[in-house]
C-alpha cells in the first residue's frame, strides 16, 4: 500500500487543528490582555498611594479590585484545566483514528480486487497493490502513484495502448463517477482477461474504484455457451437424421459441409459423405437431369433406376447453399393410381344404377343420370343447381326431413333412411337415401347421397309383411306342414311354446311332440276325422323339448289345390298350461290366504265340521285358538309391510313347529291365526299347548336384516263346550283374544261368558258413538286456566263431553280409547277442533281475549294432516292460529320423533303454540325433549293431587317446572284444588294453574261469565 508523502491524514483533518490552534490564540491573547490589566492597575494604585497618601477609601477600592484580580485569575485556571482535558481527549481520539486507518489500510492491501480513492480534484489519495499488477503486469503500462491525477493517467494510458474501446469507455465512466453519477462496465483487456470497473462518487467529490477479476467468471461462461451450441448441434443432427428427406449443406465453394443419414439412402452415392467432397457429386448421382440454372424450384429427377426424386435447392443467408432430396416414388405412384380410381369412380357415378348426388347447402350441386331419372327429369343437367325441395311432397315435408337428416348426419356421420318424395309428374315415389357428410361438423357443406327408388319394392314388402305378421305375431303356435305331414314352416309362438327352434323342426314330422299320453288308436282316429271332414280340433297333450309334458288345444285344417289334392296341414295350437294352472289356483285361492298359504276360513269350516263330528263320536272335544300379533301395527308402519308380511310367514314356521301335523292353522287376515286342535283331553291340554306358543314367541325373529320381539295373545274356546256353531265360536275366541290384551298381552285367555257381555257392552257403546258422532252430540266443555303471579284468567282448556239422552254424562276415559281404537277420533278430533274456533271467534267478536287449548290423539297425527286442518278451522272461523293451543301427550312423543317433530315445527310456523299433556307419567328423556320446539309442559295432575303428602312429588313438581324454564318453556299444573297447591305453585315459579280451585269445566257461558269477572 503507497500512500503519498505529506498526505492528509484523517486525524491531521484541517478543521480540527484549526480549531485547536484558535482555543490556544484566545487563551493566550486572553492572559496578555489580563496581565496588562493587572499591570495597569498596579501601576494606578502605586500611584494611587503616593497621590492619596494613607486614604482609607483608596485603600478600600485597591483591596476590592485586588479580590477581582483573584477572581479572574482562578477562572482562567479553569479554563487552562479544561483545555488540557480537551487536548487529551484529542490525542486519544488521533490515536484511535490511526488504529483505524491502520486497520483500513491493511484490509485494502489485502483485497484480491483492485482499489482506488481519489480526492475532490481527481488527484489519487490511495490505491492497492492489486491495482498496480492489473497494469503492469497484464498490460505492461506503467503504473499510477499517489498524488497523480487519475484522468491524466488514463490519457497517458490510452496514447500507450493505441486508445482501445475498453479504455475510451473507462474514461467516459469515470467522467460520470466525477459528475456524481456511479457506473459500471466489464471490459476484455486481453486473451481471457476480463475486468469489472465500478466507480462510485463519494460525498466530498471524490471517486472511489473498485476493479475486479471475472475472468474466471467469463470463462465459465464461455464454456457453458459453448456447451450448449454443442447440445443445440447434437440436437440439430438428429432432427435432420430423423427427417424422410435427405438434407446437405454446401459452404461458399460447394463443398458438403452437414448432412444427415438419409442422404445416403436417398441418393446412394460412391462414397460416405464427407466434408471433402463437393456439391458436383451429387449433380452426377442425379445423372445429370438437374437444372442448375433453376435455383429455388423444386425439381423431379427420374432416376434410371425407376426412382423418382424431388429436389429444392435453396441460398443459406451469409453464403452456401441448402438442397433437400425426397424419394416420391411411392407417392408418384400412388398419384397415377388415384388418378386412375377417379376415372373409374367417374365411370361407375355415370352409369350406377342408383342416383348419386352431391349435396351443399341442400342444394344439388353434381348428380349422375339415373338420380335425375329416378325423379323424371330429363337429364342431370336439368337437375343440377337446384333446391332439393323440389323432390319433396311439400314445404313442411322437406323442413322436417332437414331436421331429421342433418341433426342424424352430425350425431352419427351418417343417415340411411327412407323417405317419401314426389315426382316430377306429381306422384309419390318411396326412395332409400343414405348420405354421408365430409365433414361431419359442418354437414350442410357438402354431403354425398346414394338414392335408389324402392317404390315397388314397399309395396311387395307390404303385403309381404302383413302375411307373416299375421303369420307370426299370432297368439296361437302355427305349423305349416306338406301332403306328407312334413314341416315346412312354424312361427315364433311354436317355437316359444315347444322350446324348438325352427330350423330343428323343419323336415320333419310332428310326431317328435309326442308325449306318449294318448294311444295309438287317438291318433287314427284324428287322421280319420281330418281326412273326412277337413279339420279336427281337440285337446292333446304333448311333450316340449326340454321333456314337459303340458297340454294343448290343437286345430288341423287342410289346404287343398285347383284338383283337390292335399297341398299342406295347418295345424294352430294354444298351450292350455297356464289355463288349467289358473283354475287349479283359483281353487287354491279359494279355500287357502294368498300370503302364508294356510287354510282360509272356508277350508277351516270345512275341517272344523269334520273335526266336531269326529269328537262327538268319540266323545272328545275340540279347541279354537285365536293368535293376534302384538304390536304387528308398528312393525308395518316403521319397518315397511315386506317386513310385516315377511315376519307373518316366520310367524307360521314357528307356529307349525309347536304344533302336531293333526292341528290346522288358518290365517283369517291382518296379523290373527285361527289354530283348530282336533282332538284335545282337556282344557288343560289346550293351556299347555298355547303356553308353548307363547314360550316359543319370546325369542326375537329374525327378518330380513331386523331382530323382531315379538309376542302373540291368545283366546280359547272348547267345542262344544262353549257352543257348536262356528260362527258363534269365532266370536267367542275374539272376545277371549281381547280379553288378553287388555291383561297386558303374551298371555292366553279361555271364553267365559262376562266377557261375551262386556264385548257386547263395548260393541254397543261403538255404535252408539257412530250415531252421536253423525247426530253431533257432543259437547265443549271448558276449564279456565290461571295465570299464578297475575291471578287472572288467560286461556282455557276444551274438554269433550258426551251426554244420554238421560242426562248422564258417559265418561271421556270409556269412549276415547274406543273412538282410537275404531278410528273415529279422527273425524271427532276435527269436530272438535271446528268447534273450539268457532267459539274463539264468538269470543273475539265480543272483546273476550282467550287462548283455547285442544287435545289431539296420536292417532290424529299419523292419519291426517293436523297442520292442515287447523290452517284451515282457523281460516273458516276467521281467527289466527296464535289463539289455538295443540296438547300432546307425552307418549305421542315417543312413537316417531320425526315424524312428531315436523307437524310440531309446522304447527309452530302458523303461530300456534304447542302443550304437552301428562308430561311426567311417560319415558321421555331431556334429549328427546329438547329436539321439539314446545311451548308449555303440562305437569300431570297426579304428581299435584299428591304433593300434600308426599315431598318427593312436590319435588317432581319443582324439577318439571324448573326445567321447563331452563327449556324456554312454560309450565302449567293441572288438577289444582287446594291452596296448599296453588301454594306450592308460586314457590315453584309456576306460570299457570288449573283445577277445581279455580273452576270445574263450564259450558261456554258460563266461561264467558268468569272472563268477564278476570
Not at 39 to 51: A, N, T
Request: aromatic share 6%; with cysteine; hydrophobic share 40%.
Amino acid at each position: 500500500m503507497s500512500v503519498r508523502r505529506g498526505g492528509k491524514n484523517m486525524l491531521n483533518h484541517p478543521g480540527l487543528k484549526a480549531r485547536v490552534a484558535a482555543v490556544d490564540k484566545d487563551l493566550q491573547a486572553e492572559l496578555r490582555r489580563r496581565d496588562k490589566i493587572i499591570r495597569v492597575l498596579m501601576d494606578r494604585v502605586e500611584q494611587g498611594l503616593d497621590q492619596q497618601g494613607s486614604d482609607y477609601s483608596f485603600f478600600q477600592s485597591t483591596v476590592l479590585l485586588g479580590d477581582l484580580v483573584q477572581q479572574r485569575t482562578q477562572a482562567l485556571d479553569e479554563a487552562l484545566h479544561a483545555l488540557q482535558d480537551s487536548n487529551a481527549e484529542l490525542a486519544q481520539q488521533r490515536q484511535d483514528a490511526d488504529m483505524a486507518r491502520t486497520r483500513l489500510t491493511e484490509s485494502i492491501a489485502c483485497s484480491a480486487d483492485g482499489f482506488a480513492l481519489c480526492d475532490e480534484n481527481d488527484v489519487l489519495v490511495m490505491v492497492n497493490p492489486q491495482f498496480q499488477t492489473y497494469w503492469a503486469q497484464l498490460l505492461q503500462v506503467t503504473a499510477i502513484a499517489t498524488g497523480q491525477p487519475f484522468s491524466q493517467w488514463l490519457h497517458e494510458m490510452a496514447q500507450q495502448l493505441g486508445a482501445p474501446a475498453w479504455l475510451q469507455q473507462w474514461q467516459h465512466n469515470h467522467q460520470q463517477a466525477r459528475n456524481g453519477l456511479p457506473s459500471t462496465v466489464e471490459v476484455n483487456l486481453a486473451d481471457a482477461v476480463w475486468l469489472r470497473i465500478s466507480e462510485h462518487p463519494t460525498s466530498d467529490g471524490g471517486v472511489v474504484g473498485n476493479y475486479a477479476d471475472i475472468s474466471d467468471i467469463k470463462r465459465g461462461e464461455a464454456r457453458r455457451r459453448e456447451q450448449e451450441r454443442a447440445r443445440q448441434a447434437e440436437r440439430l443432427q438428429i432432427t435432420l437424421d430423423n427427417l424422410e428427406e435427405g438434407v446437405v449443406t454446401f459452404d461458399e465453394e460447394n463443398y458438403f459441409q452437414h448432412w444427415n443419414d438419409r442422404l445416403a439412402a436417398v441418393l446412394p452415392l460412391p462414397a460416405s459423405p464427407s466434408t471433402a467432397m463437393t456439391r458436383d457429386l451429387i449433380l452426377q448421382a442425379l445423372e445429370g437431369q438437374y437444372h442448375v440454372d433453376q435455383p429455388n424450384q423444386p425439381q423431379q429427377i427420374h432416376l434410371s433406376s425407376g426412382r423418382i426424386l424431388s429436389v429444392h435447392e435453396s441460398e443459406l443467408p451469409g453464403g452456401g447453399r441448402l438442397m433437400t432430396l425426397s424419394d416420391i416414388t411411392t407417392r408418384h405412384l400412388q398419384e397415377l393410381r388415384i388418378r386412375q380410381l377417379v376415372d373409374e369412380l367417374q365411370a361407375i357415378f355415370e352409369n350406377a344404377y342408383v342416383g348419386i348426388a352431391h349435396m351443399r347447402n341442400r342444394t344439388i350441386v353434381n348428380c349422375n343420370q339415373h338420380l335425375a331419372s329416378i325423379f323424371g327429369w330429363p337429364s342431370a343437367s336439368d337437375i343440377i343447381g337446384q333446391n332439393t325441395s323440389v323432390l319433396f311432397p311439400s314445404a313442411e315435408d322437406w323442413e322436417a326431413s332437414r331436421q331429421l337428416i342433418y341433426r342424424t348426419l352430425e350425431k352419427t356421420g351418417y343417415v340411411d333412411a327412407e323417405f317419401q318424395f314426389r315426382h316430377r309428374d306429381g306422384r309419390p315415389i318411396w326412395c332409400q337415401v343414405t348420405g354421408c357428410p365430409l365433414d361431419r361438423h359442418a354437414p350442410l357443406e357438402d354431403s354425398i347421397w346414394v338414392v335408389c327408388d324402392i317404390t315397388l319394392r314397399r309395396e311387395q314388402e307390404a303385403q309381404l309383411k302383413l302375411a307373416h305378421t299375421v303369420f307370426e305375431h299370432s297368439s296361437d303356435a302355427i305349423m305349416v306342414t306338406d301332403h306328407n305331414a312334413v314341416i315346412l314352416e312354424v312361427n315364433q309362438a311354436f317355437c316359444d311354446t315347444t322350446g324348438y327352434s325352427a330350423h330343428e323342426v323343419i323336415g320333419r314330422t310332428p310326431s317328435l311332440l309326442k308325449s306318449g299320453h294318448h294311444p295309438s288308436s287317438f291318433y287314427r282316429g284324428m287322421w280319420h276325422d281330418l281326412r273326412a271332414s277337413g279339420r279336427w280340433s281337440g285337446e292333446v297333450i304333448d311333450r316340449r323339448k326340454n321333456g314337459d309334458c303340458y297340454p294343448k288345444w290343437l286345430s288341423i285344417s287342410t289346404v287343398l289345390d285347383e284338383y283337390g289334392k292335399v297341398v299342406n296341414y295347418i295345424g294352430s295350437f294354444q298351450d292350455i298350461s297356464d289355463r288349467k294352472a289358473a283354475e287349479e289356483k283359483i281353487q287354491f285361492l279359494a279355500n287357502h290366504d294368498v300370503l302364508t298359504s294356510l287354510p282360509n276360513r272356508l277350508l277351516l269350516r270345512d275341517r272344523f265340521d269334520y273335526a266336531l263330528d269326529q269328537a262327538r263320536r268319540m266323545g272328545r272335544s275340540a279347541a279354537f285358538l285365536l293368535l293376534d300379533l302384538d304390536n304387528f301395527k308398528h312393525v308395518n308402519d316403521s319397518l315397511g309391510h315386506k317386513v310385516g308380511d315377511d315376519l307373518l310367514i316366520a310367524c307360521v314356521h314357528l307356529l307349525r313347529n309347536c304344533l302336531s301335523e293333526n292341528d290346522t292353522i288358518s290365517r283369517q287376515g291382518g296379523d290373527e291365526f285361527i289354530i283348530l286342535m282336533p282332538d284335545i283331553d282337556s282344557p288343560a291340554d289346550v293351556a299347555m299347548r298355547a303356553q308353548r306358543i307363547l314360550s316359543a314367541f319370546t325369542t326375537p325373529l329374525r327378518v330380513q336384516q331386523h331382530s323382531i320381539p315379538s309376542s302373540v295373545s291368545i283366546g280359547i274356546v272348547i267345542a262344544p263346550a262353549d257352543g257348536d256353531d262356528f260362527d258363534v265360536l269365532l266370536q267367542k275366541v275374539d272376545t277371549a283374544m281381547y280379553h288378553s290384551k287388555e291383561k297386558g298381552r303374551c298371555c292366553y285367555s279361555f271364553f267365559r261368558q262376562e266377557m261375551n257381555d262386556e264385548a257386547i257392552r263395548r260393541h254397543t257403546l261403538i255404535n252408539e258413538l257412530r250415531q252421536a258422532l253423525a247426530e253431533q252430540s257432543f259437547r265443549l266443555f271448558y276449564q279456565p286456566q290461571l295465570a299464578i303471579r297475575e291471578q287472572h284468567i288467560v286461556g282455557c282448556e276444551a274438554l269433550l263431553r258426551w251426554p244420554r239422552a238421560d242426562g248422564r254424562m258417559i265418561s271421556p276415559l270409556d269412549f276415547i280409547p274406543l273412538a282410537e281404537e275404531t278410528g273415529l277420533i279422527v273425524p271427532l278430533g276435527e269436530w272438535v277442533l271446528r268447534q273450539a274456533c268457532e267459539q274463539a271467534r264468538h269470543w273475539q267478536d265480543m272483546g273476550l281475549a282467550s287462548r283455547i287449548a285442544v287435545n289431539v290423539s296420536g292417532i290424529q297425527i299419523y292419519r291426517t294432516d293436523v297442520p292442515e286442518l287447523l290452517q284451515r278451522c282457523t281460516r273458516e272461523a276467521g281467527i289466527s292460529p296464535a289463539q289455538i293451543e295443540i296438547e300432546l301427550t307425552e307418549s305421542t312423543l315417543l312413537e316417531d320423533s320425526i315424524a312428531i317433530r315436523e307437524v310440531i315445527s309446522d304447527i309452530k310456523a302458523l303461530g300456534s303454540s304447542v302443550a304437552i299433556d301428562d308430561f311426567g307419567t311417560g319415558y321421555s328423556s331431556l334429549a328427546t325433549l329438547s329436539r321439539f320446539e314446545i311451548d308449555w309442559l303440562k305437569i300431570d295432575r297426579s304428581f299435584i293431587v299428591a304433593s300434600a303428602n308426599s315431598e318427593k312429588d312436590r319435588a317432581i313438581v319443582r324439577m318439571i317446572t324448573n326445567m321447563a324454564h331452563e327449556l324456554k318453556m312454560q309450565a302449567i299444573a293441572e288438577g289444582v284444588e287446594t291452596q296448599g297447591h296453588m301454594q306450592l305453585l308460586r314457590e315453584c315459579g309456576c306460570d299457570l294453574a288449573q283445577g277445581y280451585l279455580i273452576s270445574r269445566p263450564v259450558e261456554a257461558l258460563q266461561y264467558e261469565q268468569l272472563l268477564q269477572q278476570g
